[in-house]
């Protein structure tokens, strides 16, 4: 059974088609990416994956449940979580607030249980920090947990939007150009930490990636956008020698 479905999916905004009828499934574990040239529509599917666009027309389910018509936060309790092109982390809270933001859904004390603070206010509270500090320490963050968001380096900061997604539990990640602005290394260490989350976590991950170098090697599938229609889906080697693919955005063969 699919993870997600995606069927004659369409954003229009007046007269410009941002996303044109495209359809799309992604299997459990599948480790996907979405490709094409600027303004082809990739950001605006995963908004209306995430419920921050309602789709013009078109279906969504994920886990066989409708999406369309949720909100962001619905959508995020169903198992989809995010980062985005630009980080938007909170840059004067620590790394530990900042992921600790990531556990509000899985909050069940109440607004009075916050105000009262009974025993089991402090019993969940000292359960989510065990496991922020757990997440920390997987991705090598722990003895940062403390630092501003806004004194740490671009990859580090890119890794702390990464593990505050984790913290909503996903069955699926969405990715929007994870390696924009990282230098060669961290690049490298970012393609093994994608492997590493769909393997050790067992999810599905879709992700936008301009870099052809991390998208061909770390990617099982690869769908191409252009000015917001399907061209292509297959495996590198098939995207990568796809004469479509090659005139719409890569530009030559390798």
């Not at 796809?242 to 955005?249: L, M």
Request: one cysteine or more; a negative charge; glycine letters at 10%.
């Amino acid at each position: 059974m699919s993870l997600l479905n995606l069927k004659n999916l369409t954003m229009r905004f007046g007269g410009l088609t941002a996303v044109d009828a495209v359809t799309e499934t992604i299997e459990p574990l599948l480790l996907m990416g979405l490709i094409g040239p600027n303004g082809a529509g990739k950001t605006t599917v995963f908004n209306m994956i995430t419920g921050v666009y309602l789709p013009t027309e078109g279906q969504i389910s994920f886990d066989g449940q409708n999406l369309v018509g949720q909100k962001p936060h619905e959508i995020a309790g169903t198992g989809i979580a995010r980062t985005f092109q630009n980080i938007r982390l909170f840059p004067s809270l620590s790394v530990f607030d900042n992921v600790r933001v990531g556990f509000n859904n899985a909050l069940s004390i109440g607004i009075l249980g916050s105000i009262l603070q009974p025993r089991s206010f402090w019993r969940g509270e000292k359960e989510i920090a065990e496991k922020i500090d757990h997440l920390l320490e997987m991705f090598g963050l722990l003895d940062q947990r403390n630092e501003l968001a806004k004194n740490l380096s671009y990859g580090d900061q890119r890794r702390v939007e990464i593990v505050r997604a984790m913290a909503t539990d996903p069955k699926l990640l969405l990715l929007d150009e994870p390696a924009a602005g990282m230098n060669p290394t961290e690049k490298q260490k970012l393609m093994s930490l994608i492997r590493y989350l769909r393997d050790e976590f067992q999810i599905a991950i879709l992700l936008i990636e301009h870099d052809m170098h991390v998208v061909m090697g770390i990617c099982e599938r690869i769908t191409v956008l252009d000015h917001g229609a399907k061209i292509a889906s297959g495996t590198p080697e098939e995207v990568k020698n796809n004469p479509e693919v090659v005139k719409a955005y890569l530009g030559h063969s390798e």
